[in-house]
């Protein structure tokens, strides 16, 4: 995941960030290291200002004119197909 490299390029620190979800650093960080939940995920997007699928890829890597992009799991290396709706 990309997110120690989103809060780098924001200008922010660990500790800034877990205030803002309102939760402990040690606990973030844990995340961070972890298997974080859809929720955890989604509540760090937002307090980072960025969308949930940029925590895995950053948008240079994505491919222009293309709905779909196929991305690799960092953690089992299994090939994940998303699929941006229209919506």
Same mark, same amino acid.
């Given at each position: 995941?990309? !997110? &120690? %490299?989103? /809060?780098?390029?924001?200008? !922010? =620190? =660990? +500790?800034?960030?877990?205030? &803002?979800m309102? /939760?402990s650093?040690?606990a973030?960080?844990?995340? !961070?290291?972890?298997? $974080?939940? /859809? +929720?955890v995920?989604t509540s760090?997007?937002?307090n980072?200002?960025? %969308? /949930? ?6 948008p240079?890597?994505? &491919? $222009?004119n293309?709905? =779909? =992009?196929?991305?690799?799991? $960092? +953690?089992?290396?299994? +090939? ?8």
């Open positions: 995941m990309r !997110i &120690r %490299d989103i /809060i780098e390029q924001k200008g !922010i =620190t =660990t +500790k800034e960030l877990a205030e &803002r309102g /939760i650093q040690s973030l960080n844990q995340h !961070i290291s972890g298997n $974080p939940s /859809i +929720k995920l760090i997007a937002s980072l200002g960025v %969308d /949930i699928w940029e925590l895995f890829v950053s240079e890597e994505v &491919r $222009p293309s709905d =779909t =992009t196929v991305l690799t799991c $960092p +953690k089992c290396g299994a +090939k994940l197909k998303v699929i941006e709706s229209k919506d």
